[in-house]
């Protein structure tokens, strides 16, 4: 069965700095890969996804993620974070065993940013 | 316009009752969703719908049952609820196709406490 490994739980940084956050997942064939953002008390709104094509992946907000096969991750990245990106990341995926209908999470990444 | 929209937002009952989750999505897709995302913010599909067909369904307890009828609605009502059924339930729709990767866009959440 497909995981997501989301290793950090929460990660703090300072406005205008970059951030990384990891995501790895567990497949041998090829999969879809998303990240979506969750803002206090919203719902999860898509931020990007990776198909097929460029590895390097641009998205809303100024965020772009990296898709590497051999070492199966789909890490998010932003160089230079707002007050406003405070919010719970998920990275998710989705392969063919399922058509493609099924997301499977990761356990969620939650951004601090602070002044 | 809301793209992917669910009612109550908010919903508070007491154990034992009956409740109903609605959903109507207005992007033409055909296939709808319902998530879970329990208290330390983990998601896990419940179910998903094609053109009111029951495609998958995640061995959820058979006091939830979704209902479908017609592809724009996907409603979900939960019989003699359960304290551990206090959740954020979301609803989604997908795009179908290899060019949109089946890419998954979710309502607002309903927000359910059992009391």
């Known amino acids: 069965a497909q995981s997501v490994t989301q290793l950090d739980s929460q990660v703090p940084v300072f406005e205008e700095a970059p951030v990384e956050l990891r995501c790895n997942y567990s497949?041998?064939?090829?999969?879809?890969l998303f990240w979506y953002v969750q803002y206090p008390n919203q719902g999860l709104q898509l931020l990007l996804k990776?198909?097929?094509?460029?590895?390097l992946v641009k998205g809303i907000n100024g965020f772009e993620a990296e898709f590497n096969k051999s070492q199966t991750s789909f890490h998010l990245r932003k160089p230079s974070v707002h007050i406003s990106d405070t919010a719970e990341y998920f990275c998710?995926?989705?392969?063919?065993?399922?058509?493609?209908?099924?997301?499977?999470f990761g356990t969620g990444t939650r951004l601090l940013v602070s002044p | 316009d809301t793209a992917v929209s669910q009612t109550p937002k908010y919903l508070v009952t007491q154990m034992g009752n009956d409740k109903s989750i609605k959903c109507e999505q207005n992007?033409?897709?055909?296939?709808m969703y319902w998530y879970k995302q329990d208290s330390k913010k983990f998601l896990k599909i419940m179910f998903s719908?094609?053109?009111?067909?029951?495609?998958i369904n995640e061995t959820v307890p058979n006091r939830f049952s979704p209902k479908s009828p017609d592809k724009a609605h996907l409603n979900l009502h939960i019989n003699s609820l359960e304290l551990g059924d206090s959740a954020v339930y979301f609803c989604?729709?997908?795009?179908?196709?290899?060019?949109?990767?089946?890419?998954?866009?979710f309502g607002e959440g309903s927000w359910l406490t059992v009391v």
């Open positions: 989604a729709s997908s795009e179908p196709g290899p060019r949109s990767g089946n890419t998954i866009y």
């Open positions: 497949s041998s064939v090829s999969v879809y």
């Open positions: 990776y198909l097929s094509g460029s590895t």
């Open positions: 998710a995926v989705s392969d063919p065993s399922t058509g493609f209908q099924k997301l499977v």
């Open positions: 992007l033409g897709h055909d296939t």
């Open positions: 719908y094609n053109n009111k067909e029951l495609i």
